[in-house]
């Protein structure tokens, strides 16, 4: 850390104090997926032992359209504090622009000074396919073949890929794109991992598959209950609003059901539309708080409605490598 960022500073240090930005393609460029699985499993555990604190989401809807939240935490031991501002604009698609945006902050927690404002779209989709992969490498069946993901845009792409990449049994894979049609370019992205389709009945596909990713803006259920089988185990993204949905009525009572937030997934989640039911974290059973006796006929869900911790762990090292190589933009920031 360099002597700007040291809570006793002289004033001199403070007038010369500079911030480092790193832009999109200094993310993107920095992302290897054994750090990010590292960070996202670190921050799981930090938030089983409570050594890391997720503060309250605020998750608005805008009268442009959009929605915008912000996600906060810190972590004392390690002088770790920041938030990402985020949110999804979906005009932006008529714009040329992506819908997903959101900008990462990391702050000294001893002086309140801005330390690195990342780019954080890139962050997120890495962030959430890791969670997503950790998830499913411990909650599915071991020997699962089949994957069937609903949509085909940059988070089920990521949910994917680290899904094969965690589970290498995966040998099929079938996919529900939002207009019906065939996406070769989702495709041709994994195409020599497995033997890749489009899915034109939604409820069979489901059906004939041990793995369900859905990855979708969460407008409401898409597929059946009876759909799914006993042994499935299902990864959950696209609720993380309020009165967002992406399972049918009913699923989450068969189900052992994991969280990474337990208030969270019952504010925002999937969980919202059944918050009386039982859950564990995810961070308790990767610490070995919780277990999770699996029989190969049970049903189980991982709702993941996205934590602070995440960003800021995968932040965290993204920071620290740029201060290393030199990498990023600094800006003079007296204060």
Known sequence: MPATSHPHGNH??????????????????????????????????????????????????????????IKAGDVGKQNLLGFKAAGFWPGNRARGGEPHQATIVLIDPATGRPLCVLDGNAITTARTGAAGGLGLAALARPDS????????????????????????????LRYVSANGARSTAFEALFADRCHVALATDRNAAVADSDVVITATPGGG????????????HLTCVG?????????????????????????????????????????????????????IARKPTDITVFDMTGLALQDLTVARFLHERALADGTGTRLAWPW
């Open 12 to 69: 001199a240090d403070t007038a010369a104090a500079q911030l480092l930005m790193l832009d999109k393609h200094a993310v993107e460029a920095a992302l290897l997926p054994d750090d990010v699985l590292a960070a996202v499993r670190e921050a799981f555990v930090l938030h089983s032992h409570r050594e890391g604190r997720v503060f309250p989401v605020i998750r608005e809807k805008l009268a442009t359209g959009g929605v915008f939240g």
């Open 145 to 172: 073949r089949r994957l069937c993901v609903f949509g085909t845009g940059v988070q089920a792409r990521v949910q994917v890929s680290y899904a094969l990449r965690l589970m290498p049994s995966l040998a099929e």
């Open 221 to 232: 259920p898409l597929f059946d209950a009876h759909a799914v089988q006993p042994g499935t």
């Open 239 to 291: 609720a993380d609003t309020t009165g967002k949905r992406e399972l049918p009525e009913g699923l989450l009572d068969r189900a052992l059901i994991v969280v990474d937030d337990l208030d969270q997934a019952r504010s925002i989640g999937e969980c919202q539309w059944a918050p009386e039911l039982p859950c564990a974290e995810f961070g308790d059973v990767l610490s070995g708080a919780a277990t």
